[in-house]
Each structure stands twice: as structure tokens, then as C-alpha cells.
């Protein structure tokens, strides 16, 4: 007996009537090498976006820091009008700093000047989900503005109709109950992944409050792709051959990739989970829409379970 897992028809509810696709699109891909200037290919980056809606995709993650502001403007270019049932979510509190590095900016003023950023880039009178990027999953950075002052700056945002609903990125269980106590949270994006469960703890939180749960990296930042030089990932994380191996082997069974299988396991983790794969290539999205029709048996999802 199998189970079904994934599917861009599978719909969580989010808050303020918000409803997005499980299986989503991520945009950071879209800019050049480094999240940095323009597309190698302006025409492929905007026939990738297309094809995501043309999928069912209803939910596309964003910043205006990618780029920056590229992946904003050629989500508007692409697809604006948007079609009915289209959420954009978007990250504040990063800015882009002369090197090409991200630099925390989450005091107040600064959080309501990207707010309106990204309302011009996108071509929007209010945002659907912002999320607050904190880098308390130690991934990034710290946040330098204190947490409550930053996040209430975006809860009057809201109460103004500048947002719809709010979101956090990168927080441990402590801020997700801090940021609860001052307005609702609708969606939590932190790092999780097959062979990454250090999100595991918020994530638990997330589904016992009925809090959608994304993943970023959800494909373990590219990581699983064939040819990918994997001296290049940051220490401890690349994956080793024995969990290449096992992954392998699951693929194979069912004659899907790995990719595949990943975000198989990732939607049918948790009822809360959504996944935001991202690419600038066609073939790559259709590799990734083709997993929300992957079925795991129990078993396969029981060793792929024991990877991390």
C-alpha cells in the first residue's frame, strides 16, 4: 500500500482568506550568480515564472533583496495582472550591502521603507505575506533590531492594509510565541530538508498552532542536483554518499529523482509543511511540479526518515 504525498493541489489554508498550493516556487534563483544583477537570460527567467503559474503553482516566495529588486521585477513583468488565487510572499529585514553580502535591517523605519519596496516593485496596493528574516536559525545572521520592536512595526503595517498577513523567517520557538503574543503569524520559513531537521523543533510548534511551516532550501540548497560541486557547500553540510546512496535507492524504485523524492518527503513531513523549490530552468521545474504525483510507501518514507 502506498500514500499519496504532494500536490500543487493540495491547499493549505493560511489567514485572512490567504490559500496557497503546498508545492510552490521559489524566486531566488532568478537574478544572476550570488542572487546578484540581472538573469544570465532575462526571456528563460521569465518563461520559468509563467510555466510555475501555468502548473497550478499559487504560491511564489520572494524578496526584493534578491538581486536585488530583480526577482521582484521580473515576477511583475512575467505575470502582472496576476491571476486570481496567486499569493506572493515576501522577506523584509535584509538589505543588500556593497560586497553583494546581506546585512540585517529590521529597525522600524527601515522595515516599513522595504514594505513599500516591495509594494512599487510588485505592483501592488498590499502585500499578501511579508515575513519578517531574522536569522535566529543561525544561518544568516542575527537580527540587530530588537525582535518585538521589529515585528510590531509590521503588525501596524497590517492594521494599516498594507499587509495582509504576517510571517517569520529564521526564529526559534521562543520568537515565534514572542511575535504570536503581538499579532497573528500565518506562515514560518526556516531551514529544513531531507538531511536537515534542525527546524524540526519550530516545526512541531507550527503544526500544533495550525501555522503553515516552509522550507527553504527545501532541496538542500541544490545540493541535490546532478554534477553539483559539493566542496563548495558550508561545513557539515553537504550530504554523504551513504545518504546519496540511500536516496538512490529509493529513487530508483520508483523511477523518480532525487529532487523528486525530497520534496515527496518534505510535503508528507507534516500536514503544515509547504515547499518552495526554486530554479531558473524549465527542465528543473518540471522536474519539481512532477513530484507532487510521487507516491512513497511507508517503508521508503520510514528510511528516507532516518537520513538526517
Not at 528543473?284 to 507516491?295: C, G, K, P, S
Request: proline share 6%; charged share 20%; glycine share 12%.
Amino acid at each position: 500500500m502506498t500514500v499519496p504525498i504532494g500536490s500543487t493541489g493540495d491547499v493549505l489554508r493560511l489567514a485572512d482568506g490567504l490559500a496557497v498550493g503546498r508545492l510552490g516556487y521559489g524566486a531566488m534563483q532568478l537574478p544572476g550568480p550570488g542572487v546578484w544583477g540581472p538573469p544570465r537570460d532575462h526571456a528563460a527567467a521569465l518563461a520559468v515564472l509563467r510555466r510555475a503559474v501555468e502548473f497550478g503553482v499559487t504560491h511564489i516566495d520572494t524578496s526584493d533583496f534578491y538581486g536585488p529588486h530583480v526577482a521582484n521585477d521580473l515576477i511583475k513583468e512575467a505575470l502582472h495582472p496576476y491571476p486570481d488565487g496567486l499569493v506572493i510572499a515576501t522577506k523584509v529585514g535584509v538589505v543588500r550591502d556593497e560586497w553583494h553580502g546581506f546585512e540585517a535591517a529590521a529597525e522600524p523605519e527601515r522595515l516599513r521603507e522595504q514594505v513599500e519596496e516591495n509594494l512599487t516593485r510588485l505592483g501592488r496596493a498590499r502585500l499578501d505575506l511579508v515575513y519578517l528574516r531574522v536569522g535566529g536559525d543561525g544561518l544568516l545572521f542575527p537580527g540587530e533590531a530588537p525582535f518585538a520592536e521589529s515585528f510590531g512595526a509590521l503588525a501596524e503595517l497590517r492594521e494599516r492594509g498594507l499587509i495582509r498577513a504576517l510571517g517569520l523567517s529564521g526564529v526559534t520557538t521562543g520568537q515565534l510565541a514572542e511575535a504570536r503574543a503581538i499579532a497573528p503569524v500565518a506562515a514560518v520559513q526556516n531551514r529544513f530538508h531531507l538531511f536537515d531537521r534542525s527546524g524540526a523543533e519550530v516545526l512541531a510548534a507550527c503544526e500544533e498552532a495550525g501555522i503553515a511551516f516552509t522550507s527553504y532550501f527545501p532541496l538542500a540548497a541544490g545540493m541535490l542536483r546532478p554534477g553539483l560541486d559539493l566542496s563548495q557547500a558550508p561545513p557539515g553540510m553537504a550530504p554523504s554518499a551513504g545518504q546519496f546512496a540511500a536516496l538512490d535507492e529509493v529513487a530508483g524504485r520508483y523511477g523518480a529523482t532525487r529532487a523528486q523524492v525530497a520534496l515527496a518527503w518534505l510535503l508528507g513531513s507534516s500536514p503544515v509543511t509547504l515547499a518552495i523549490p526554486g530554479t531558473s530552468s524549465l527542465a528543473h521545474l518540471e522536474e519539481n511540479m512532477a513530484a507532487a504525483r510521487l507516491r512513497l510507501s511507508p517503508e521508503d518514507i520510514a528510511l528516507l526518515d532516518g537520513l538526517a
